[in-house]
């Protein structure tokens, strides 16, 4: 293939017929001229890395339109440096003598090692969870590894991560070109087919990146999605999900390309919304408009349900809390029940009710709700209101939080913000500290210091119960 261009650039066309692996070199070697001296340029260099090129080559022409100098790169397998690619000196073209064949071969060969030894547990695919912020070095941190939680309840193995703090964001990449070409050669050697982005990308980012790298691009707000499309099990959570979707994918609809076939599917695109990603906005916009309808019917039917409870005087005690805190485990051991509970983000969606008597034969009816979590999408805070409506019925609040957890302070007020914004901050809510079993005795003396009204307990241990149950019993008297 021959491309010519002007003095100043070439344009490259797309390589559709090329080899399309996203774990392999593309199979295809770019041999181009520079008219002076100049040695391989950034540009060049950003070429080779997001097109997957075999190797880049230049050899400059001098005035005399004469060749000159020689100079080529290519990618490099993993390495202790982490050196990305190496960029060879230029030499005399007539001092040539490289095997490139030879070279890519080896290079092709290292890739497959490398790759052979990564277990592929895995069906849904390897990811690379990046995180840009301005926030400390400590919080990207923190929210990386809920990030890699919720990737690891989505099916997704996790091949590596990056963090970049930034004095600005960038409006139109999030990361810089310098970043993301790093991204694109570490997806190569980790054999990384997804970029998991824990901050949400605006329409426009998310686009501008699928644009340039053949990886799949998702973010934050699709992952969480993507659970709850897997989680969902009621005709009521299964609307809730599709309409968060349909909602998510609304303003990201474009015409259909290579960049949105990555952005639709499999991880960030599955469950009752699927189907629906690909339609009009006219299509998408009148589905929301029946969704609202179907979950405006059943929050009438929820509030008939809740009518009879008020009828036959039956006080209500709502489980909340951060996701996987072990509000499931906690009503399983109150009322003797089996619903799921699963060390795993978002395990329970629909809520679940179970009756709970009292040793001074007084019942309750005892709820557990969706786990929050912070920076839940508003959309789909909006899609459960249905849910969440459970909890301005109920008489008391039992706020279980993981004690044991290293983020207990931001988890507990993500949670309380979250009531807030339901306007629920006047109810009558109980702290109880869950996992007290797993904290040494310093840790519990600084835990009890910071929460003096909380109530340490270990949901798996009935006996440990004995507190929290007398407190629910004493604000419903």
């Given at each position: 293939?021959?491309?010519?261009?002007?003095?100043?650039?070439?344009?490259?066309?797309?390589?559709?017929?090329?080899?399309?692996?996203?774990?392999?070199?593309?199979?295809?070697?770019?041999?181009?001229?520079?008219?002076?001296?100049?040695?391989?340029?950034?540009?060049?260099?950003?070429?080779?890395?997001?097109?997957?090129?075999?190797?880049?080559?230049?050899?400059?022409?001098?005035?005399?339109?004469?060749?000159?100098?020689?100079?080529?790169?290519?990618?490099?397998?993993?390495?202790?440096?982490?050196?990305?690619?190496?960029?060879?000196?230029?030499?005399?073209?007539?001092?040539?003598?490289?095997?490139?064949?030879?070279?890519?071969?080896?290079?092709?060969?290292?890739?497959?090692?490398?790759?052979?030894?990564?277990?592929?547990?895995?069906?849904?695919?390897?990811?690379?969870?990046?995180?840009?912020?301005?926030?400390?070095?400590?919080?990207?941190?923190?929210?990386?590894?809920?990030?890699?939680?919720?990737?690891?309840?989505?099916?997704?193995?996790?091949?590596?991560?990056?963090?970049?703090?930034?004095?600005?964001?960038?409006?139109?990449?999030?990361?810089?070109?310098?970043?993301?070409?790093?991204?694109?050669?570490?997806?190569?050697?980790?054999?990384?087919?997804?970029?998991?982005?824990?901050?949400?990308?605006?329409?426009?980012?998310?686009?501008?990146?699928?644009?340039?790298?053949?990886?799949?691009?998702?973010?934050?707000?699709?992952?969480?999605?993507?659970?709850?499309?897997?989680?969902?099990?009621?005709?009521?959570?299964?609307?809730?999900?599709?309409?968060?979707?349909?909602?998510?994918?609304?303003?990201?609809?474009?015409?259909?390309?290579?960049?949105?076939?990555?952005?639709?599917?499999?991880?960030?695109?599955?469950?009752?919304?699927?189907?629906?990603?690909?339609?009009?906005?006219?299509?998408?916009?009148?589905?929301?408009?029946?969704?609202k309808d179907d979950l405006q019917n059943l929050r009438k039917h929820r509030q008939n349900t809740r009518s009879k409870r008020q009828?036959?005087?039956?006080?209500?005690?709502?489980?909340?809390?951060?996701?996987?805190?072990?509000?499931?485990?906690?009503?399983?051991?109150?009322?003797?029940?089996?619903?799921?509970?699963?060390?795993?983000?978002?395990?329970?969606?629909?809520?679940?009710?179970?009756r709970l008597r009292f040793p001074k034969d007084k019942e309750v009816i005892l709820t557990d709700t969706v786990g929050f979590i912070?920076?839940?999408?508003?959309?789909?805070?909006?899609?459960?209101?249905?849910?969440?409506?459970?909890?301005?019925?109920?008489?008391?609040?039992?706020?279980?939080?993981?004690?044991?957890?290293?983020?207990?302070?931001?988890?507990?007020?993500?949670?309380?913000?979250?009531?807030?914004?339901?306007?629920?901050?006047?109810?009558?809510?109980?702290?109880?500290?869950?996992?007290?079993?797993?904290?040494?005795?310093?840790?519990?003396?600084?835990?009890?210091?910071?929460?003096?009204?909380?109530?340490?307990?270990?949901?798996?241990?009935?006996?440990?119960?004995?507190?929290?149950?007398?407190?629910?019993?004493?604000?419903?008297?």
């Amino acid at each position: 293939m021959v491309i010519v261009g002007d003095h100043e650039s070439i344009l490259i066309p797309q390589l559709d017929r090329a080899r399309q692996s996203t774990g392999r070199l593309r199979g295809i070697r770019l041999f181009h001229t520079h008219i002076g001296s100049s040695p391989l340029s950034r540009e060049d260099v950003m070429d080779m890395v997001f097109l997957r090129l075999d190797s880049i080559a230049l050899l400059n022409i001098d005035e005399q339109g004469d060749p000159d100098k020689f100079q080529w790169a290519h990618l490099l397998p993993p390495n202790p440096k982490n050196d990305p690619y190496l960029i060879h000196e230029p030499v005399p073209w007539t001092h040539v003598d490289f095997d490139f064949a030879k070279t890519v071969d080896s290079l092709e060969k290292e890739l497959d090692r490398s790759q052979a030894s990564i277990e592929t547990g895995s069906q849904s695919g390897r990811c690379l969870l990046i995180s840009v912020g301005q926030a400390p070095r400590k919080v990207l941190e923190n929210s990386l590894s809920e990030l890699a939680d919720l990737a690891e309840t989505a099916g997704l193995q996790v091949a590596g991560t990056m963090i970049q703090r930034v004095a600005r964001v960038n409006p139109r990449f999030i990361v810089g070109k310098g970043k993301l070409s790093e991204l694109e050669v570490m997806a190569l050697q980790h054999n990384a087919s997804i970029l998991v982005f824990d901050q949400e990308l605006t329409p426009t980012q998310l686009r501008n990146i699928a644009s340039i790298t053949e990886r799949k691009v998702i973010d934050r707000t699709q992952l969480i999605l993507d659970i709850f499309a897997q989680h969902a099990t009621s005709k009521g959570g299964r609307l809730q999900v599709e309409m968060a979707q349909l909602k998510y994918t609304l303003p990201r609809l474009v015409k259909q390309d290579r960049a949105l076939s990555r952005l639709t599917g499999g991880i960030g695109g599955r469950g009752p919304g699927e189907t629906k990603l690909e339609l009009d906005r006219r299509k998408i916009r009148d589905r929301i408009k029946k969704i609202k309808d179907d979950l405006q019917n059943l929050r009438k039917h929820r509030q008939n349900t809740r009518s009879k409870r008020q009828q036959e005087d039956i006080p209500v005690v709502s489980l909340v809390g951060y996701t996987n805190a072990g509000k499931s485990t906690l009503l399983n051991t109150l009322t003797h029940s089996d619903i799921l509970s699963e060390d795993k983000l978002f395990a329970t969606l629909d809520p679940t009710s179970r009756r709970l008597r009292f040793p001074k034969d007084k019942e309750v009816i005892l709820t557990d709700t969706v786990g929050f979590i912070k920076d839940l999408p508003k959309d789909l805070q909006e899609a459960f209101m249905a849910t969440l409506e459970e909890l301005s019925q109920a008489h008391v609040l039992v706020h279980v939080a993981d004690s044991s957890h290293p983020d207990l302070e931001q988890q507990v007020q993500a949670v309380e913000n979250i009531l807030e914004q339901l306007g629920l901050q006047e109810k009558t809510i109980i702290l109880a500290l869950n996992k007290w079993d797993r904290l040494d005795d310093q840790t519990r003396t600084l835990v009890s210091n910071t929460y003096p009204m909380g109530i340490p307990i270990s949901a798996l241990r009935r006996n440990s119960l004995t507190d929290l149950v007398q407190s629910i019993e004493n604000h419903l008297t």
